[in-house]
């Protein structure tokens, strides 16, 4: 299998969509291929594209097929925990990841996403907005692919980062299953591994911590504990009067 695809093979692969489309279809590009539009990687061996509506994920499957692109059924593990709508593949290898809202279920195309997003280009139907570099490194460090860091190092060292602007899209998309830990290791190993130190870094090791406690005393309670109980087994695990306080 080839290493990657150039942008301007990348460009080749959404005209031929978008010729065979037969409504008008919006999505939003990240990760790897944004990353060659912006100069900041050479090639991608694969598409990430979001689409929020139904109607837009169904037509641009459809014309995949017409196109020759067969859905793999078969995926590496790192593919299958992405929960993708639909990975695609044509016989040069070239690799289409087509998710409908939501990437790994957790990141979400919010009109805070949207709004920092620009348009790339229309190809015939399709219009391809690709997302900014802060959500692009967002989205990276939720995922679990081995070149992410690597990718998130190359963002920063391109271009200005509004850190805070990430720091705000966590929290704001934090769920049930918060991504302050998550974050902050992603950011932690930049550290370790390319001397880049998230400005954020603090924020989100307390943050994270909250998390932590939160879930430690929802669970305790769940499990039959008074408040007092699970308060004082939280501060055997290290954290502090203050910290438990605070949450």
Not at 147 to 157: F, H, K, S
Request: one cysteine or more; glycine letters at 8%; aromatic letters at 8%.
């Amino acid at each position: 299998m080839r290493k990657g695809f150039t942008k301007e093979e990348l460009n080749k692969a959404f005209v031929a969509i978008g010729e065979k489309l037969s409504i008008p279809v919006t999505t939003y590009l990240l990760g790897g291929g944004a990353m060659c539009y912006r100069n900041q990687k050479d090639a991608t061996k694969d598409l990430d594209l979001v689409f929020v509506t139904r109607e837009s994920a169904t037509e641009f499957a459809n014309r995949l097929k017409v196109l020759g692109y067969q859905k793999l059924e078969a995926l590496e593990k790192e593919y299958e925990e992405m929960s993708a709508d639909g990975i695609w593949e044509e016989k040069n290898g070239f690799r289409i990841d087509s998710f409908f809202k939501k990437v790994c279920k957790k990141l979400e195309i919010t009109p805070t996403v949207e709004k920092r997003s620009e348009t790339l280009g229309s190809y015939g139907k399709l219009t391809v907005r690709i997302v900014s570099n802060e959500d692009i490194i967002l989205f990276k460090s939720i995922t679990d692919r081995i070149d992410d860091v690597n990718d998130i190092a190359a963002i920063v060292r391109s271009a200005e980062i509004n850190w805070n602007t990430i720091l705000d899209e966590c929290t704001r998309q934090s769920g049930e299953r918060p991504w302050h830990g998550a974050t902050y290791s992603k950011f932690f190993e930049l550290q370790e591994k390319h001397g880049i130190s998230a400005p954020i870094l603090g924020s989100l090791k307390r943050l994270a911590d909250k998390d932590t406690i939160r879930e430690g005393l929802k669970r305790r309670l769940g499990q039959g504990m008074n408040k007092k109980e699970a308060l004082k087994e939280l501060r055997k695990m290290g954290f502090t009067k203050n910290e438990l306080e605070k949450v």
